[in-house]
């Protein structure tokens, strides 16, 4: 089993959407969760983290966990084009990240 | 403070020959990481060191690797012998010690490798 996993997509929806993008994760000690974002030829740069079980929200972004399903979510509300990229969960301790998730975000 | 600085940006070496990379990350960050990363994949956790001690090295990590961060500022990256599988991404994060931003990465640029 992955440490991390997420589905590789892509994840196609349609601008003004919502996109729901999912990760689960095998260590139950783990405390901080991470999103980034990666354009491709890019580095990954951060949109959020959340280390408390329930909801995060920031702007257009919302962070769900549940750590007792071992489960963290990323939630784009308003899809633009320019959210198209892939989406990498990260787990701590030694911030392991999973393959991430491809979002096309189309017109 | 211009952030994370890795170089060379890219490497293009034939099989066998060894390569270093270079990475200065964000002055106040004490913790510094390395990562490689194919096409496709996330990034894979190679190393990483608080300070100048390195505190863990992935299982995955052949002998030819290895990496030094001297005087807890900037750290190489060396690969010996280079083999084709070893052509990939290689980045450089580092983070702050402590607080809300406590373990929340920021990337170099990336150094690309390509060996033939």
């Known amino acids: 089993q992955k440490e991390v996993e997420q589905n590789s997509g892509p994840l196609s929806v349609p601008e003004g959407a919502i996109a729901s993008l999912n990760c689960t994760y095998s260590d139950r000690g783990s405390q901080s969760f991470f999103w980034y974002r990666q354009y491709s030829g890019k580095s990954p740069e951060l949109i959020m983290f959340?280390?408390?079980?329930g909801d995060k929200e920031d702007g257009r972004f919302t962070a769900q966990l549940n750590k007792a399903s071992q489960y963290v979510s990323l939630l784009i509300r308003d899809s633009q084009p320019s959210d198209s990229a892939t989406y990498l969960c990260a787990v701590t301790g030694k911030l392991i990240f999973g393959t991430g998730t491809r979002l096309q975000v189309f017109p | 403070d211009t952030g994370v600085s890795q170089d060379p940006r890219h490497k293009i070496t034939k099989r066998g020959q060894n390569v270093t990379f270079r990475c200065d990350p964000i002055?106040?960050?004490?913790?510094l990481y390395w990562y490689r990363q194919t096409l496709g994949q996330g990034p894979e956790f190679l190393t990483y060191?608080?300070?100048?001690?390195?505190?863990?090295k992935s299982r995955l990590l052949s002998d030819r690797f290895s990496a030094e961060r001297p005087k807890g500022s900037f750290s190489t990256l060396e690969i010996q012998r280079t083999e084709q599988g070893d052509s990939a991404m290689y980045l450089c994060?580092?983070?702050?010690?402590?607080?809300?931003?406590?373990?929340?990465?920021?990337f170099g640029a990336g150094s690309r490798l390509t060996v033939l």
């Open positions: 994060a580092s983070s702050s010690p402590g607080g809300s931003g406590a373990n929340v990465l920021t």
């Open positions: 060191f608080q300070n100048e001690a390195q505190l863990e």
């Open positions: 959340i280390y408390s079980n």
């Open positions: 002055s106040e960050h004490n913790r």
